[in-house]
């Protein structure tokens, strides 16, 4: 993570797996505004109405990983006033196991 975000953002990301597969997504690194001024949001569907997985704000250092539907939209949203150096994160592709749905592993 080089410099930090802007104020007032509304980021949204949509990520598709192909038919018959999940998506992982790893949050390697997280520095945000605390006390959820500032929110990183993933949501298990295509859009921000799909149920959401979990909601982060502040500084997490660890690598975590969550396991969602085909599709999952990320969302980072920002306010007027800190800015910090925001997230690092990675997704792939997989072929299910249903004993991984929906949970941080």
Do not use: Q
């Amino acid at each position: 993570m080089i410099g930090n975000y802007s104020s007032n953002l509304r980021c949204t990301w949509v990520i598709r797996a192909t038919i018959g597969k999940r998506v992982k997504f790893c949050i390697l690194a997280i520095h945000l505004e605390r006390r959820f001024r500032d929110t990183f949001k993933i949501y298990n569907g295509p859009t921000s109405a799909s149920p959401r997985l979990i909601t982060l704000s502040g500084y997490h250092h660890y690598t975590f990983c969550i396991n969602g539907r085909n599709v999952l939209t990320v969302e980072l949203k920002t306010n007027g006033r800190n800015n910090h150096p925001g997230f690092k994160a990675s997704y792939r592709t997989y072929v299910p196991d249903s004993s991984t749905l929906g949970k941080l592993v």
